[in-house]
Structure formats: C-alpha cells, structure tokens
C-alpha cells in the first residue's frame, strides 16, 4: 500500500482540487499506486449493481502526446464558447478573478496535458446516445461517483488530478487512438495523474448555502 496523507475525512474532500499548474510532468507515477487508487475507485456504487466502467491507465508517451493534442484541439474550441471559464463574468470582483485564475491554469494544463505521466480515460460499458433522460442518468451515475473516488485515493496519496471531459468532442478519434470498441464503449473523462508539487491545498471559494439550499420547496 502506498503511504497515504494525514487528512481528515472532512479536509479530504474539502481539499481535493482540479490541480494543474502543480503537476509534477517530471516525477514518474507507478503503475501500482494507480491500480491501488482504482481497486479503491471501485468500491463505488454502479446502477443495478453492474460494475460497467473501465479504466484505460496510458502511460505510452506517443499516445499521451497523441491525448493531449486531441484536448489542446478542443480546448480551443472551449474558449470561444459563451461558457467558457474566462468568459463567465458575475459582476462580484473576488468571483470574477477567481474565473481568470481558473482559466489561465485551465489553459496551462491544454498546453500540457500531453505531459502527465499518467493520463487516465475512464469508461463505462454501452453507448448513450439516443437513451431516455433516466438511463442516461442511471449510466454516468454508475461511472462519475467512481471517477470522483479515484481522485479523492490519489489525492490521499499525494497525487494530483483534474477531471476533464473536453476531449469527448473527439471521443471516436481517441477510442480509435486506444482501442476502445467505441460502439460498445462510452468515455466519461480524461484525466491527467502526477505528484503535485506540494500537497497543501484549501477549499475553493463557493456560494453561500443559503442561496442553494432549497427546503420542502424552490
């Protein structure tokens, strides 16, 4: 077992961040400690207790390169969307720079994704499209839970992730990259695994409760 940090329940699910500017590109990540993280991922629960996803763990440095160009491709179609992390304005000075420090790392990591020394592509079994609204929720419910239990085992484990689903405008173009059956096989995310370069994290800045909390009615 790899050694795990002293957190707290609480600050472990308060502190684990969408981390780019401190990946470590440099600093290998074993094979072993990724399978530990997911064997942990996979204690999550799945819709009728189907188990579907799988994990496509990249390591080649052709094919991550070959990864992280398909992203830096999206990427740039991203930012001239009206949603975009740097477009979103408030009105509210503190939120809005908060918006620009998360696009310029959010930029960094298109430019460097390709770097990671683990890109991992989790997947769940059958495609989506065309389903009803329930099975569609029923499916990513039965793979994003696992995806967020992979993060929170890395970060315990001093390792850094950043949950991305741009690459999806290319989803065939990467299955074909990695041999997913793509008629069989729908990807939910790319994300990029490394030590971090430091392991202090904080909360991120969030709405007051009270103006999403919603009791008995709207």
Known sequence: MAATLDLSPDELLTTTRAVRKRL?????????????????????PS????????WVVVTDAAK??????IYGRAFEIYKGMPFYAGAVTTGDAERDATQQRVASSAEYLAERMG???VLLVPCITGRLDGMPS??????WGSLHPAIWSFCLAARARGLGTSWT????????EAANLLGIPFAEISQGAL????????TDFKPGPRADLDA????DSW
Not at 24 to 44: G, S
Not at 47 to 54: A, D, F
Not at 64 to 69: D, S, T, V, W, Y
Not at 212 to 215: C, D, L, P, S
Request: glycine share 6%.
């Open 24 to 44: 470590d590109f440099d600093k290998p990540v074993p094979l072993d400690v990724v399978r530990e993280c997911i064997e942990i991922a996979t204690q999550a």
């Open 191 to 198: 994300v990029p695994v490394a030590y971090t370069k430091g």
């Open 115 to 117: 770097d990671a020394p």
């Open 165 to 172: 689903s741009l690459h999806l405008m290319f989803e065939e």
């Open 47 to 54: 819709g009728s207790n189907m188990q579907g996803w799988h």
């Open 134 to 139: 329930m099975m569609t929720a029923s499916q």
């Open 64 to 69: 991550r390169k070959a990864l992280g160009e």
């Open 212 to 215: 999403i909390i919603h009791v």
